[in-house]
Each structure stands twice: as structure tokens, then as C-alpha cells.
């Protein structure tokens, strides 16, 4: 069974950092994109960055220059550096992953979540 699993969110400051990393589990046999969105209480789920598994790179535009995805295709992983954090920023992460896996092909897939806190 394909599991992603999130870690390194919690809580900070206004300007602040957090790392995010999200591994894929299980009977994986290759990964294409590879992305983070996020949700706000009350808002709709968005994009907040993606990578292909070529290594190119999209941001929303509230996060360029701030925040940066990169990927680790021998670990699984997907991370998402966050810089010069705002409270607007503040929201519960998903990563997601096109996975294909022996049964099932390809399929999206989705973390559980990880909360991120912004505040003072």
C-alpha cells in the first residue's frame, strides 16, 4: 500500500522558517510530480508549489521567493523550504504525488497533513 507521510510543520514566528518533507512508502515504482498545497480555515485547498520529476519548478505567486520545492527521487521525498514566514501563511500543508505502483498503475496520491502555524 503507497503512503505519503508528512513532518516538519509546527508552529513560528512571523519571519521565520520550517522545513517540510513528505516520503513515499510502499510498492512504488516511479513518482512524476510531486507537490505541496495547503488550506486555510475556511478557504479552498490551493497549489502552493509542484515539481515535475525532471526537477522544473511552479509557484504560487504568493510564495515566489519565499518558499522553495525540491526533491530527493532516490529517498522518495519531496520537501518545501518556507521562508520569511507570514500569518497568511498559516494553514494545515498536503503533499501530494502522481505514484505508480504495482496493481493499481498511476494514481494521486495524498498526505494526511501537517499544520503550520504562523504567529506571534
Known amino acids: 500500500q503507497v503512503q505519503l507521510v508528512e513532518s516538519g510543520g509546527g508552529l513560528v514566528q512571523p519571519g521565520g522558517s520550517l522545513r517540510l518533507s513528505c516520503a513515499g512508502s510502499?510498492?512504488?515504482?516511479?513518482?512524476?510530480?510531486m507537490g505541496w498545497y495547503r488550506q486555510a480555515p475556511g478557504k479552498q485547498r490551493e497549489l502552493v508549489a509542484v515539481i515535475t520529476s525532471g526537477g522544473g519548478t511552479n509557484y504560487a505567486d504568493s510564495v515566489k521567493g519565499r518558499f522553495t520545492i525540491s526533491r530527493d527521487n532516490a529517498k522518495r521525498t519531496v520537501y518545501l523550504q518556507m521562508n520569511s514566514l507570514k500569518p497568511e501563511d498559516t494553514a494545515v500543508y498536503y503533499c501530494?504525488?502522481?505514484?505508480?505502483?504495482?496493481?493499481?498503475?498511476?494514481?494521486?496520491?495524498w498526505g494526511q497533513g501537517t499544520q503550520v502555524t504562523v504567529s506571534s
Open positions: 501530494n504525488a502522481d505514484i505508480y505502483s504495482s496493481g493499481l498503475g498511476w494514481r494521486d496520491y
Open positions: 510502499g510498492s512504488i515504482f516511479g513518482i512524476n510530480a
